[in-house]
């Protein structure tokens, strides 16, 4: 097995971090750019302190990194750990691809059967 093959505790802070749908979305908001606590906090029904551990957690992971301008805290994603995750996750990936492929396969020869009954 290779490094990138092998899961690093990297990784599973990352999955960890990952594991949350609030976390998840948090890392969608920031896509677009570095945004400031209270924006992203306006995207959900919980209080900007709930939205800050989130983000804290996200940081804690390497996934997201935080920038203070005067008052104001800008965090931005950080994609270097998702490209590791990435690069772990393909081979399964492959795995994946070539099982549904196989599927499919039998599901066509399946339903080519029945077109000739």
Same mark, same amino acid.
Not at 29 to 38: C, K
């Given at each position: ?61 390497? *996934?997201?990194?935080? @920038? &203070?301008?005067? %008052?104001? /805290? !800008?965090?931005? $994603? ?5 490209? =590791?995750?990435?690069?772990? *996750?393909?081979?399964? @990936? &492959?795995?994946? %691809?070539? /099982? !549904?492929?196989? $599927? ?5 020869? =399946? ?7």
């Amino acid at each position: 097995m290779t490094g990138s093959e092998r899961m690093t505790a990297g990784n599973a802070d990352v999955f960890a971090a990952l594991a949350s749908p609030v976390r998840r979305e948090l890392t969608a908001l920031l896509l677009s750019g570095p945004r400031s606590v209270n924006d992203l906090a306006s995207h959900f029904e919980m209080s900007r302190p709930s939205v800050s551990e989130h983000l804290r957690v996200l940081r804690d992971a390497g *996934l997201v990194s935080e @920038e &203070r301008s005067g %008052r104001l /805290r !800008l965090y931005r $994603l950080e994609a270097e750990p998702l490209m =590791e995750v990435s690069r772990w *996750l393909s081979p399964y @990936e &492959r795995f994946w %691809r070539d /099982r !549904l492929a196989g $599927l499919r396969e039998l599901l066509d020869e =399946e339903n080519g059967d029945d077109h000739e009954r």
